[in-house]
């Protein structure tokens, strides 16, 4: 028998070892080019070397763990090589510890992400414009110890402690789980020479009272005093040894004689255990069983099998334990739907296998599918905007209308529009006065309101004005959840409307991209292409259900357009690849066609 569970144990180990060693490759060759061939939209094969489902095993670790999922591919195959030593093993608390070495690994590689900004975007899972954005300790470690951005707070942990306080702790967390994973696989070898010698001659001794039960020796011990001399002796200091207390018993060998009184003990415990003791502890399951037959009687059969189980072993008094087991574990579901009525245990399970069938057909996809949109309430809310000083837009005013008189242009500043990021001051002309005049002192306006720069409409669009535009002192931040709960953009009669902004005098601004299908976005940096490209994304999505909306995304640097990797209206999965856009955008000349 020890050797059946010696091979046992082995092969459950061969096969724990087998697995980490799949899960060591998917992770060694891993491959970012994988995530594109996984969504699909392009046809090369997976590098990964264990095929699909290891591009998505090592997919998963590197987003949740980040950079720290190499340290523990190499943790993970020590404990499996461990397992494979023929040492005794003791791993009590062995998963908690894997588990904080885990939690540390991650959270130390969270705190500097950008010290790991080159192998994060190997792996595509960094974002080369902010470092600070580098998943290098993955999602995981983002959540406790990612340092603060503009869009996104500050680890939980690096909140409270800041970053040093972090690494402390990570550190911690790394040093007590190795050191109680190296207690329990590998404190073996270096007691070794102390605690196994003393440990051998104990083993064989101990089995030496079982093969002798005593029955033989007590009925002939006064019989061969001399052959057993020395087998007394090994018992007698056998028992003399948890006899420690008592040094006489160890020093005398007839008190030491003392076992045979110990064996007498021992022969009645078959006796007081009599067999109609059992008779009496079967008859009530007997009695109790007949009950819940009546209460339930389709269940009849079922409750028949478990009285059927005691009769084969009636005397031993194990079987009695059984008994009661399978008896209450039968009738107590069936008396639950028996105590309202005894069709509903059977009206129960139609209507699950109708809701069943009802949730599979929700399931495929149909214009008649319900969607709901998401709620405005996702967005963040908007700030409290501070204006322009108004002792600013009156010094403003005087000095423009000074500017004015100074080039003998007959004109006076009328009004004065704050917007958030531009102040637009709207000039009045007299009658025969060219608009060509402001024009022409450009450059005086921008030198005498101390701007770096202005703009002149001439006219205002709709306005007999011409209106200058300088540049906010402050600027307030112009938010979509602002925008979206307006009354222009729900009351919007566009085909396809999407969110432009605010203009300077503060309205929403709505466009209709179906009267613009040729859409180009283009600027300097900094000038805000990803927000407008983000704010038309989300124009739509908030709009349109993937019924209705369908999109191709292409985004060769695996940074702006990731988030909306797993959005239901993409035709096809997010293309990075710029060669493989050809493939993405075939359904798309295919449609045109068939129109």
């Given at each position: 028998m ?10 459950r ?7 980490v060693?799949?899960f ?18 392009i046809?090369e ?5 264990a ?5 998505h095993i090592s997919?998963f670790?590197f987003?949740?763990f980040?950079i720290a999922?190499?340290?523990i591919v ?26 904080m ?5 991650s959270v ?12 994060t975007?190997q ?5 080369a ?11 995981f ?8 951005t ?6 939980l ?8 306080g ?6 911690v967390f ?8 190296f207690m329990a696989d590998?404190?073996v ?22 093969p002798?039960?005593m029955?033989?020796?007590t ?7 001399q052959e057993?001399k020395?087998l007394k002796?090994?018992?007698?200091g056998?028992f ?22 110990p ?25 109790t069983?007949p009950d819940p ?14 009285p059927a ?11 009695v334990?059984p008994?009661?087991?399978p ?6 579901p ?5 105590n309202e ?5 059977y009206?129960?399970?139609?209507k ?6 009802t949730?599979?057909?929700?399931m495929?996809p149909?214009?008649d599918r ?10 963040d809310?908007p700030k ?5 000083d ?9 000095t423009?209308?000074?500017t004015?008189?100074?080039?003998d ?14 102040t637009?001051?709207?000039?009045a002309?007299?009658?025969?006065v060219?608009v ?8 005086n ?19 007999d004005?011409?209106?200058i535009?300088?540049?906010?002192k ?23 409307p999407?969110?432009l902004?605010?203009?300077v005098?503060?309205h929403?601004?709505?466009a ?5 299908p040729h859409?180009?976005?283009a ?40 988030i ?9 999965p997010?293309?990075?690849d ?10 798309g000349?295919n ?5």
């Amino acid at each position: 028998m020890a050797e059946e569970t010696t091979v046992k144990f082995k092969i459950r180990y061969i096969f724990a070892g087998l697995a980490v060693l799949l899960f060591v490759l998917s992770i060694l060759t891993y491959n970012s080019t994988d995530l594109s061939v996984l969504d699909g939209g392009i046809t090369e094969p997976i590098r990964n070397w264990a095929g699909p489902l290891g591009a998505h095993i090592s997919r998963f670790f590197f987003l949740l763990f980040g950079i720290a999922t190499y340290p523990i591919v190499l943790l993970l195959l020590l404990c499996a090589i461990r397992s494979f030593i023929p040492k005794p093993v003791n791993r009590k608390g062995y998963i908690p510890s894997l588990l904080m070495v885990i939690i540390g690994l991650s959270v130390i590689f969270a705190v500097f992400p950008a010290e790991f900004v080159t192998l994060t975007a190997q792996l595509g899972i960094g974002h080369a414009g902010e470092p600070e954005k580098a998943l290098s300790g993955g999602t995981f470690g983002a959540l406790l110890a990612a340092p603060a951005t503009v869009s996104c707070p500050a680890g939980l942990i690096r909140r409270c402690i800041g970053p040093i306080g972090t690494s402390i702790c990570a550190i911690v967390f790394i040093l007590s789980g190795l050191f109680f994973i190296f207690m329990a696989d590998w404190m073996v070898f270096f007691r070794k020479d102390q605690a196994g010698a003393p440990a051998k001659p104990q083993l064989p001794a101990v089995p030496a009272p079982a093969p002798a039960p005593m029955p033989g020796p007590t009925n002939g011990q006064a019989a061969p005093p001399q052959e057993e001399k020395s087998l007394k002796k090994s018992l007698m200091g056998l028992f003399s040894k948890p006899q420690t207390a008592t040094p006489e018993t160890a020093a005398d060998p007839r008190q030491a004689a003392v076992p045979p009184p110990p064996v007498q003990p021992v022969q009645p415990v078959p006796v007081p255990a009599p067999q109609p003791a059992p008779a009496p502890a079967v008859s009530p399951v007997t009695i109790t069983s007949p009950d819940p037959l009546p209460a339930v009687e389709p269940q009849a059969e079922p409750v028949q099998e478990t009285p059927a189980e005691p009769e084969p072993a009636p005397a031993p008094a194990p079987p009695v334990q059984p008994a009661p087991n399978p008896v209450p574990a039968q009738p107590a579901p069936a008396a639950a739907p028996g105590n309202e009525n005894p069709d509903d245990p059977y009206s129960h399970t139609q209507k699950t296998t109708v809701t069943r069938s009802t949730r599979r057909e929700v399931m495929i996809p149909n214009n008649d599918r319900p969607y709901e949109l998401p709620p405005v309430s996702l967005l963040d809310k908007p700030k409290e905007n501070r204006g322009e000083d108004e002792g600013y837009l009156d010094l403003a005013k005087v000095t423009l209308q000074a500017t004015l008189d100074s080039f003998d242009i007959n004109g006076t500043v009328c009004n004065t529009v704050v917007g958030p990021r531009i102040t637009r001051f709207e000039i009045a002309l007299q009658p025969g006065v060219r608009v060509e005049k402001v024009t022409q002192i450009q450059n005086n306006i921008a030198k005498d309101m101390r701007a770096e720069s202005i703009r002149i409409l001439a006219p205002v669009p709709g306005s007999d004005t011409v209106g200058i535009e300088l540049p906010n002192k402050v600027s307030n931040m112009v938010f979509l959840r602002e925008l979206m709960e307006s009354d222009t953009w729900r009351n919007t009669k566009a085909n396809i409307p999407i969110i432009l902004g605010k203009d300077v005098s503060g309205h929403v601004k709505i466009a209709d991209l179906a009267k613009a299908p040729h859409l180009l976005i283009a600027g300097s940096t900094g000038s805000g292409k990803s927000v407008c490209m983000n704010t038309l994304i989300m124009s739509l999505l908030y709009r349109f259900s993937p019924y209705e909306l369908k999109l191709i995304l292409v985004d060769p640097k695996y940074v702006e357009l990731e988030i909306y990797r797993p959005l239901p209206h993409l035709i096809t999965p997010l293309v990075n690849d710029p060669t493989k856009v050809p493939y993405a955008l075939r359904w798309g000349v295919n449609e045109m066609e068939h129109r």
